[in-house]
């Protein structure tokens, strides 16, 4: 429920793309957000207001002079009373109504009329997008200080593939959760590690662990929307890249350690999130082993590096934040963790809460104490921890 108590009007104009606007408002109602829906005249040709209506259980606003407004300004009171208008989709004709202040019907009155916030969410076709009128427009838009969410690249509905699709309802939703976030780290550069690590044995064997990926991917999510510039090095996992996220795939701990040391010095905040393998096989070996070949392989195992204490020990180190995942004695361990590896600030886990599920509990262990987190989703707690950095850092 991250939007909340936030009241937002969508704004919706006609084009094809109309009928996701419908999923859209799911899912910002979803997210704890009061949706106002406002259509033009084309929009209508496309999705009734009666679908609007029934998901949002207001009103919908579609003509300038039909309100029962006892004062006539039902372009003033709307726009007064929300937290942002969202244009979802935006077309060309819209743009360039918007672009150029012209207020001709209730939609592009009410957009005039703000003092709150607007993002677009452009849909149209490519040529259509790199038209030079279009491209002036939207360039406009941005100098105005509005937010333009996409356009995205692919398939369009008239069967041409290029740039001018609308973003998907949730493509959208993550700008406008983004747009909210206070950008407690804008201009940090935050790398990070999340995932498992898997070592291998022989050709389809290894040791691995039973880390998602969850965490370290929420606090991606979270760093990436406070504004910071967020690079995940992640082992094994089943989980979409973060949105603003860049990505770079690893499996062993030496890969991790190979990806994180070339892009320390770089770092200002360095994460370790992931469940790095403590050893490695010595040997692997090139083919499968077979079990009637002599019994019971030796497994020889040596240690890996430790990537966290080594970014730790760099001559200009960024900020180092650490996790435990302790089975017991979870403040002794982690703080044991945290003198060792020479860190700022550590969060502990207990396994059998943290591993794996959903949600999580966890305590935050630095110079100035001790502060327990109530248990909450994994999205949420990441949230905390983003601003406890930016404090910390
Ligand atoms: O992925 P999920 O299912 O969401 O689960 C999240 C989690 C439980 C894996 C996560 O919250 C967590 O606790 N990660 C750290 C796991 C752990 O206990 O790591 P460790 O004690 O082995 O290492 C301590 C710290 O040193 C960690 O920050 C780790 O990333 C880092 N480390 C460890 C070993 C190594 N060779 N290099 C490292 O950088």
């Given at each position: 429920m991250e939007l909340q108590g936030k009241k937002i009007l969508l704004g919706v104009t006609g084009g094809v793309a109309a009928y996701k606007a419908a999923e859209l408002t799911r899912q910002l109602i979803k997210q704890g957000a009061q949706v106002y829906v406002a259509m033009t005249e084309a929009a209508t040709h496309f999705v009734g207001p009666v679908t609007f209506q029934a998901l949002t259980g207001h009103n919908v606003y579609c003509k300038q002079w039909e309100h029962d407004v006892s004062n006539g300004m039902a372009h003033i009171d709307l726009t007064r009373m929300v937290d942002c208008i969202l244009i979802a989709p935006a077309t060309a004709n819209c743009i360039a109504k918007l672009a150029n202040g012209i207020a001709d019907d209730l939609l592009s009155s009410l957009v005039l009329a703000r003092d709150c916030p607007l993002l677009v969410a452009p849909a149209m076709n490519k040529q259509m997008w790199q038209a030079a009128p279009t491209?002036?427009?939207?360039a406009q838009l941005r100098a105005d200080g509005v937010t333009i969410l996409g356009p995205g690249v692919g398939e369009q509905a008239c069967g041409e593939i290029g740039a001018g699709r609308?973003?998907?309802p949730a493509e959208i939703l993550e700008g406008v959760l983004s747009f909210f976030t206070?950008?407690?780290?804008?201009?940090k550069r935050v790398l990070m590690t999340a995932g498992p690590t898997f070592e291998s044995i022989d050709a389809v064997r290894g040791i691995t662990n039973l880390s998602s990926g969850r965490m370290g991917y929420a606090l991606a999510l979270a760093a990436a929307r406070a504004g910071a510039s967020v690079t995940l090095v992640s082992g094994p996992v089943s989980l979409p890249t973060p949105a603003g996220v860049e990505r770079i795939d690893v499996k062993s701990a030496s890969d991790m350690h190979a990806a994180v040391m070339a892009r320390a010095t770089d770092a200002n905040i360095f994460i370790g999130v992931a469940a790095v393998a403590d050893y490695r096989v010595a040997e692997m070996a090139e083919h499968k082993l077979k079990k009637d070949e002599g019994g019971p392989p030796a497994i020889q195992l040596i240690e890996n590096p430790d990537i966290l204490a080594e970014v730790a020990a760099l001559p200009k180190p960024p900020f180092c934040v650490g996790f435990a995942a302790e089975s017991r004695n979870l403040e002794e361990y982690a703080q044991k963790k945290r003198l060792?590896?020479?860190?700022?600030?550590?969060v502990g886990n207990l396994i059998q809460e943290g591993f794996g599920g959903e949600d999580n509990r966890v305590v935050l262990f630095d110079d100035h104490g001790v502060h327990p987190l109530a248990p909450a989703s994994k999205s949420a707690l990441a949230r905390q921890l983003i601003e406890h950095i930016a404090r910390s850092c």
């Amino acid at each position: 429920m991250e939007l909340q108590g936030k009241k937002i009007l969508l704004g919706v104009t006609g084009g094809v793309a109309a009928y996701k606007a419908a999923e859209l408002t799911r899912q910002l109602i979803k997210q704890g957000a009061q949706v106002y829906v406002a259509m033009t005249e084309a929009a209508t040709h496309f999705v009734g207001p009666v679908t609007f209506q029934a998901l949002t259980g207001h009103n919908v606003y579609c003509k300038q002079w039909e309100h029962d407004v006892s004062n006539g300004m039902a372009h003033i009171d709307l726009t007064r009373m929300v937290d942002c208008i969202l244009i979802a989709p935006a077309t060309a004709n819209c743009i360039a109504k918007l672009a150029n202040g012209i207020a001709d019907d209730l939609l592009s009155s009410l957009v005039l009329a703000r003092d709150c916030p607007l993002l677009v969410a452009p849909a149209m076709n490519k040529q259509m997008w790199q038209a030079a009128p279009t491209q002036r427009n939207v360039a406009q838009l941005r100098a105005d200080g509005v937010t333009i969410l996409g356009p995205g690249v692919g398939e369009q509905a008239c069967g041409e593939i290029g740039a001018g699709r609308m973003l998907e309802p949730a493509e959208i939703l993550e700008g406008v959760l983004s747009f909210f976030t206070p950008k407690l780290l804008a201009g940090k550069r935050v790398l990070m590690t999340a995932g498992p690590t898997f070592e291998s044995i022989d050709a389809v064997r290894g040791i691995t662990n039973l880390s998602s990926g969850r965490m370290g991917y929420a606090l991606a999510l979270a760093a990436a929307r406070a504004g910071a510039s967020v690079t995940l090095v992640s082992g094994p996992v089943s989980l979409p890249t973060p949105a603003g996220v860049e990505r770079i795939d690893v499996k062993s701990a030496s890969d991790m350690h190979a990806a994180v040391m070339a892009r320390a010095t770089d770092a200002n905040i360095f994460i370790g999130v992931a469940a790095v393998a403590d050893y490695r096989v010595a040997e692997m070996a090139e083919h499968k082993l077979k079990k009637d070949e002599g019994g019971p392989p030796a497994i020889q195992l040596i240690e890996n590096p430790d990537i966290l204490a080594e970014v730790a020990a760099l001559p200009k180190p960024p900020f180092c934040v650490g996790f435990a995942a302790e089975s017991r004695n979870l403040e002794e361990y982690a703080q044991k963790k945290r003198l060792k590896k020479k860190i700022p600030l550590i969060v502990g886990n207990l396994i059998q809460e943290g591993f794996g599920g959903e949600d999580n509990r966890v305590v935050l262990f630095d110079d100035h104490g001790v502060h327990p987190l109530a248990p909450a989703s994994k999205s949420a707690l990441a949230r905390q921890l983003i601003e406890h950095i930016a404090r910390s850092c």
